[in-house]
Nanobody, 119 residues
Framework: QVQLVESGGGSVQAGGSLRLSCAAS????????MGWLRQVPGKEREGIASIDLDGRTRYDDSVKGRFTISKDNAENTLSLQMNSLKPEDTAMYYC?????????????WGQGTQVTVSS
């Protein structure tokens, strides 16, 4: 059974940094697309960063240049370094895993970790 457990969320002032982590178990982690998504109440969940099987990373324009996604296959850990945080980054952040390439979507999700950025 696949399990994804996020950590590292919290409250920070605008301009600050946070690092989110996701511990994965129960699947061939090294051969799966991994990503981070976020959701604000009343809005749809949006993908903000992903890392594909070939190591290629993709970012939503809203976080490009500020967030960095990375993956440690040896530790089965996915991370999201978030710098220069803005109040509009406030959301619940979710770690997600695919069965293969990112274009096939994410069948597995974590429970989420809250990030709150104050102005």
């Amino acid at each position: 059974q696949v399990q994804l457990v996020e950590s590292g969320g919290g409250s920070v002032q605008a301009g600050g940094s946070l690092r989110l982590s996701c511990a994965a178990s129960g699947y061939t982690y090294s051969r799966s697309c991994m990503g981070w998504l976020r959701q604000v109440p009343g809005k749809e969940r949006e993908g903000i960063a992903s890392i594909d099987l070939d190591g290629r990373t993709r970012y939503d324009d809203s976080v490009k240049g500020r967030f960095t996604i990375s993956k440690d296959n040896a530790e089965n850990t996915l991370s999201l370094q978030m710098n220069s945080l803005k109040p509009e980054d406030t959301a619940m952040y979710y770690c997600a895993m695919g069965r293969t390439w990112c274009r096939y979507g994410y069948p597995y999700w974590g429970q989420g970790t809250q990030v709150t950025v104050s102005s």
